[in-house]
Every structure is written in C-alpha cells, then in structure tokens.
C-alpha cells in the first residue's frame, strides 16, 4: 500500500535528524580537546596581572 503524506513527511523528517545528528557527531570528533596535556592547560601571569601562553622570565637578584 502506499504511504501518505505524513508518513513521507515523518520520514523526511527523520532522514534530516540523523544528517545533523551525524554531522554533529563528526565535529566533536574534530573538535576534541581530551588528552591534549597538561601543557597546554597552564597559564601564566605577567607583571601587570595580564595572562600569557609563555612563562616569565627568571631574574636571579644577587
């Protein structure tokens, strides 16, 4: 027998679902930032409170 309207439509419906949900899917994948390390988690602090990516410079005072 042959499907109505609604059940094309539904069906429509559901196809397009499962395309965003695999599209969403492969950006996390792409995105991920597990196991990136512990390295790229610290940030450091400069001089006038503002926040960098690459540590302070050490000066030893005699």
Do not use: H, W
Request: hydrophobic share 25%.
């Amino acid at each position: 027998m042959a499907d109505s309207f609604f059940k094309k439509e539904n069906n429509k419906k559901k196809i397009l679902v499962k395309k965003q949900k695999a599209q969403k899917r492969q950006e996390r994948k792409t995105n991920n930032n597990k196991g990136k390390g512990f390295d790229s988690m610290i940030i450091y602090v400069d001089k006038n409170g503002n926040f960098t990516d690459t540590p302070p410079e050490i000066i030893l005072k005699p």
